[in-house]
Nanobody
């Protein structure tokens, strides 16, 4: 059973940091691009970041460049999203997703094959 499970969300103050994890099971992310998405109440889902296979190239939404970092640990079959300098507008449910993709740069708009259940990130003082 292919599954992605996000963890690491929570409540942080503006300017704080949080690291999200996306653990894959039932498949290996070695052959997949992994994307992080978020959805705030009343807003459409937004692509945040993605990482490509096998080279590990990354892409970021303009709104998070310089603040967020995506990384991958293939041995643990896990992708991370390090979020620094968090802002209230970062508040959303964050989802990770996997797309079967090799030797191509990842993107934040093509359809992804597997999705996690999401983890809540709240940035508030």
């Amino acid at each position: 059973q292919a599954q992605l499970v996000e963890s690491g969300g929570g409540l942080v103050q503006p300017g704080g940091s949080l690291r999200l994890s996306c653990a894959a099971s039932g498949f290996t992310l070695d052959y997949y691009a992994i994307g992080w998405f978020r959805q705030a109440p009343g807003k459409e889902r937004e692509g945040v970041s993605c990482i490509s296979s096998p080279d590990g190239s990354t892409d970021y939404a303009d709104s998070v460049k310089g603040r967020f970092t995506i990384s991958r640990d293939n041995a643990k079959n896990t992708v991370y999203l390090q979020m620094n300098s968090l802002k209230p507008e970062d508040t959303a449910v964050y989802y990770c997703a996997a797309q079967l993709l090799l030797f191509r740069l990842c993107a934040l708009n093509p359809p992804y094959d597997y999705w996690g259940q999401g983890t809540q990130v709240t940035v508030s003082s």
